[in-house]
T-cell receptor
Framework: AQTVTQSQPEMSVQEAETVTLSCTYD???????LFWYKQPPSRQMILVIR??????QNATENRFSVNFQKAAKSFSLKISDSQLGDAAMYFC?????????????FGTGTRLTIIP | NAGVTQTPKFQVLKTGQSMTLQCAQD?????MSWYRQDPGMGLRLIHY???????DQGEVPNGYNVSRSTTEDFPLRLLSAAPSQTSVYFC??????????????FGPGTRLTVL
């Protein structure tokens, strides 16, 4: 079974600075997806960024980028120029690429605080 | 396009009561699922469906029933609520291409308290 580990329960960063959230996973599969979801106080789960394991290039979405290290099974999220609106819980998630195996396996989350 | 909608947003039940959490999506997604979120545990899969008439169990199915009579709707039923079912419930859906599947999108969640 796949597992996802987020070892940082809480992180904080000064506004406009850069912060990196860590995620490691364990799987025997070679083809899969990795995601970062953001959950603000509104409780809504918002997709931040997605990475396909077969792609060597790291995904980027504006101020958000990932460092995907397949051999090390590591998938960290970098937030540049942190803004107050980035304050939220961040969840790393894994999903197999096999058709019919849509289950998302989540980490326990990292609570990010932005210091003005 | 409303995306994934869930009702109600909040619910308080007494032990032993039954209720149905509603989930609907208007994106013609084949895949739908229910997760529960408990403090310190992330989200865990309860049940899922790959299309109308097809459902299967996830990681924590006990105490919950589902059915999928249409592509749009995927209700979650609690037959006899227990305090251990106090949680936040999320419905999610995605479009499955048959070859590679798409990202799952989540509803706004239902906070359920069982007394």
């Amino acid at each position: 079974a796949q597992t996802v580990t987020q070892s940082q329960p809480e992180m904080s960063v000064q506004e406009a600075e850069t912060v990196t959230l860590s995620c490691t996973y364990d799987t025997s599969e070679s083809d899969y997806y990795l995601f970062w979801y953001k959950q603000p106080p509104s409780r809504q789960m918002i997709l931040v960024i997605r990475q396909e394991a077969y792609k060597q290039q790291n995904a980027t979405e504006n101020r958000f980028s990932v460092n995907f290290q397949k051999a090390a099974k590591s998938f960290s999220l970098k937030i540049s120029d942190s803004q107050l609106g980035d304050a939220a819980m961040y969840f790393c998630a894994y999903r197999s690429a096999a058709f019919g195996n849509e289950k998302l396996t989540f980490g326990t989350g990292t609570r990010l605080t932005i210091i003005p | 396009n409303a995306g994934v909608t869930q009702t109600p947003k909040f619910q308080v039940l007494k032990t032993g009561q039954s209720m149905t959490l509603q989930c609907a999506q208007d994106m013609n997604h084949e895949y739908m699922s229910w997760y529960r979120q408990d403090p310190g545990m992330g989200l865990r899969l309860i049940h899922y469906s790959v299309g109308a008439g097809i459902t299967d169990q996830g990681e924590v199915p006990n105490g919950y029933n589902v059915s999928r009579s249409t592509t749009e709707d995927f209700p979650l039923r609690l037959l006899s609520a227990a305090p251990s079912q106090t949680s936040v419930y999320f419905c999610a859906s995605s479009y499955s291409s048959g070859v590679r599947s798409d990202t799952q999108y989540f509803g706004p969640g239902t906070r359920l308290t069982v007394l």
